[in-house]
C-alpha cells in the first residue's frame, strides 16, 4: 500500500493517470502483455538482442596451460572449488571439464541447471558476510575475482606484480576494518609492492577536474552523499542511501506488472540474476524523468532454465515512474535482502571485532548498546563500535532531502552556496535521461525557506559518470601531497602496528591514521 501510495505521489507530480485510474481507463487489452504493430515510439527496437547463456565448459589441456603459466602448482589447489560442484565432472568426453570459476557478467548469465553456486563478496556497500556466505569465503573470492582480472583482462602475471603499485579507491559505505583486510588481499595475496587507499567521492571529484563539490554517487545497490572542500572529504557531511539502479530496475518490472503490460513469463529479478540483466538494459534503455506519459515498445525475453531466449515484444508503460523512486524511495522498496543473523559478532576473532584498536576494549562499564544482542535486528554497519567517533548517517529519506541535508549540515553559508552550485552525478545512475534537471528542482524545493540559498546547480559531467572515480584515483595516485601515504608490502606484512612519521593523511578518513600507523594486527 505505500508503495502504491508513492506511486500516486509520483504521479500526480509527472501528471499522469493514477494506478486506479490508469487501470480503468486504458484502452489497451490488459490481459496479454504482447502487442503486434505498436510502433508509435521513437525509443523502440534499442538494444533488444537477447543474453547468451555462458559456455561454462573448456578444454582440461586449455585449463591446465593457462594455469600453470600464471600460478604455480600449490597456489593452483587455492582457487579449486570456487563454486559448489564445479570439480573435475566430465561431461561425457575426457577432453572437457567445468571452468572453476566464472566471473563477472558471464557469472550472471550461466543457466541455473548448471552446477554453479553464485557469490557476491560485496553487497549493499558492505562484504556480504552471513552464516551461509563465512568471512573467510568473502575475501578467497575477492582474491579470485581480482586474480581473474590482472591475469585474463590485464595481463599482469603475478611475478610481475611486484613491479606495480594499487590504488584502492573505496565506497565511502566501508569501514576501517573491511578496508584493512581488502588492503591485506592487495599486498599480501595479490602480490603487489605497495598501496594506497583514496575514497569514491574524493575520487569522483577530481575525475572531473574539482577540489569542491557535493558528490552523489549512485551505483547498483547504495547512493551515497559527500561533500569535498579544497581536495578534504567533510565525514561529517557524508549520507548512505540503501537504494541505486538495481531497486530501479526492479521497479520497472513491478510497475509493468501493475499495469499487466508485462507478458506471462516466470521473471525474477532476485534469483535469476540474467532477468535482472534484462531488466537493467530496459531501464538504461527506456526510462527517463519528464512529465507526461512515457511508453514504449520493447523486445523482453524469457530465459527459462537452459533454454534458448524466447522473445516478446510488448508496451511499457509508466517509464518515468521508476528513476522518480530515487525522490520517494518508498517506491523502490529499498531492502528487499534482510540482514543476515549477526552470530559471528561475539566472536573473538571475527573480522568486526576491532582487536588492534585500543580504544574500544570490552569493558563493564560501557554502555550495552555498543554491543547489541544477537537478536536485536542490528543491519551490519549499524553495531560498529566505530559509530561513537566517526559519523555515518543513513537514512530512509529521497535523494533530494539527503543532498540539502548533507551539504547544510557544513554549517558554513558561504561553503553551502559553493556547494549547492557544485553538484556532481556520478554512477550509472547518473545517466538517467532528465535527472540533473530533477535534482536541481527538487533540491532546491527541499532547502528549508530559513536557509539564504536561492541557487541549485547540478555540473555536466565531462565525462562518462561511470568511470569519473576511475580517473580521479589515478589523478590522486600521482599528485604529490599523498606520497607519504603508501603502504609498502613488506612493512605491511612484518611490522603489524607501529608508529610512523606523525603525518595525517587527511584525503582518508576511514583509515584513520593510514600514515601514522599500520593497522596489520
Known amino acids: 500500500m505505500e508503495r502504491e501510495k508513492a506511486y500516486d505521489t509520483i504521479a500526480s507530480l509527472l501528471k499522469i493517470p493514477f494506478l486506479d485510474e490508469e487501470v480503468a481507463n486504458n484502452s489497451y487489452p490488459r490481459k496479454m502483455g504482447r502487442v503486434d504493430g505498436y510502433t508509435n515510439t521513437p525509443l523502440s527496437n534499442k538494444k533488444e538482442t537477447a543474453f547468451t547463456w555462458t559456455n561454462v565448459l573448456e578444454k582440461k589441456s586449455d585449463l591446465s596451460s593457462a594455469l600453470e603459466s600464471s600460478l604455480n602448482k600449490s597456489e593452483i589447489s587455492n582457487f579449486q572449488d570456487k563454486e559448489e560442484g564445479t570439480t573435475s565432472k566430465e561431461l561425457g568426453s ?19 541447471t548448471e552446477p554453479y553456486c553464485l557469490r557476491r563478496p560485496i553487497r549493499r556497500g558492505h562484504f556480504n558476510i552471513s552464516q551461509h556466505y563465512p568471512m573467510q569465503q568473502v575475501f578467497e573470492d575477492l582474491q579470485a575475482i581480482w586474480d581473474w582480472i590482472l591475469i585474463e583482462k590485464l595481463h599482469i602475471p603475478r611475478s610481475e606484480r611486484n613491479m606495480f603499485s594499487a590504488i584502492l579507491v573505496v565506497p565511502e559505505t566501508f569501514d576501517n576494518r573491511e578496508i584493512k583486510e581488502m588492503l591485506s588481499i592487495i599486498l599480501r595475496d595479490l602480490h603487489f609492492s605497495s598501496a594506497v587507499v583514496h575514497q569514491e567521492g574524493l575520487a569522483g571529484a577530481f575525475g572531473n577536474g574539482l577540489s569542491t563539490a557535493c558528490v552523489v554517487n549512485m551505483g547498483a545497490q547504495v547512493t551515497t552523499v559527500i561533500c569535498i572542500e579544497d581536495g578534504v572529504a567533510l565525514p561529517a557531511t557524508q549520507m548512505t542511501l540503501r537504494f541505486g539502479g538495481e531497486d530501479i530496475s526492479r521497479c520497472l518490472l513491478w510497475t509493468q506488472r501493475h499495469h499487466q503490460t508485462w507478458p506471462p513469463i516466470r521473471t525474477d529479478a532476485l534469483t535469476k540474476p540474467v532477468d535482472l540483466l534484462m531488466l537493467n538494459r530496459l531501464k538504461e534503455t527506456y526510462c527517463q524523468i519528464k512529465e507526461g506519459e ?6 523482453v525475453h524469457s530465459y527459462e532454465d537452459g533454454m534458448p531466449a524466447v522473445s516478446h515484444r510488448t508496451r511499457l508503460t509508466a517509464l518515468n515512474v521508476p528513476p522518480m523512486g530515487l525522490f520517494y524511495p518508498m517506491l523502490l522498496v529499498p531492502d528487499v535482502y534482510p540482514p543476515p543473523p549477526r552470530s559471528w559478532f561475539n566472536d573473538f576473532e571475527d573480522m568486526m571485532e576491532d582487536t588492534w584498536h585500543m580504544e574500544f576494549p570490552r569493558r563493564t562499564d560501557m554502555s550495552e548498546s555498543l554491543y547489541p544482542s544477537l537478536n536485536g535486528g542490528f543491519s551490519m554497519w549499524e553495531s560498529y563500535p566505530y559509530f561513537q567517533t566517526k559519523p555515518k548517517k543513513e537514512d530512509n529519506i529521497g535523494l533530494a532531502e539527503a543532498v540539502t541535508k548533507s551539504i547544510l549540515s557544513t554549517g558554513r553559508v558561504d561553503l553551502q552556496r559553493k556547494l549547492f552550485c557544485s553538484i556532481q552525478l556520478i554512477g550509472g545512475v547518473a545517466l538517467t535521461a532528465g535527472l540533473i534537471s530533477a535534482v536541481e528542482e527538487r533540491v532546491l524545493h527541499a532547502i528549508p525557506s530559513n536557509e539564504a540559498i536561492d541557487t541549485v546547480e547540478v555540473l555536466q559531467p565531462r565525462t562518462n559518470p561511470t568511470f569519473v572515480p576511475w580517473k580521479g584515483g589515478a589523478i590522486l595516485g600521482v599528485l604529490d601531497y599523498g606520497r607519504d601515504a603508501w603502504i609498502h608490502r613488506e612493512d605491511w606484512i612484518r611490522n603489524g602496528i607501529h608508529i610512523g612519521s606523525g603525518r595525517k593523511y587527511k584525503d582518508s578518513y576511514f583509515l584513520q591514521a593510514q600514515a601514522t600507523c599500520y593497522m596489520n594486527s
Open 94 to 112: 575426457s577432453e572437457f571439464k567445468f571452468v572453476e570459476y566464472i566471473c563477472g557478467e558471464e557469472a550472471l548469465r550461466i543457466s541455473p
Open 294 to 299: 512515457v511508453e514504449a515498445v520493447a523486445v
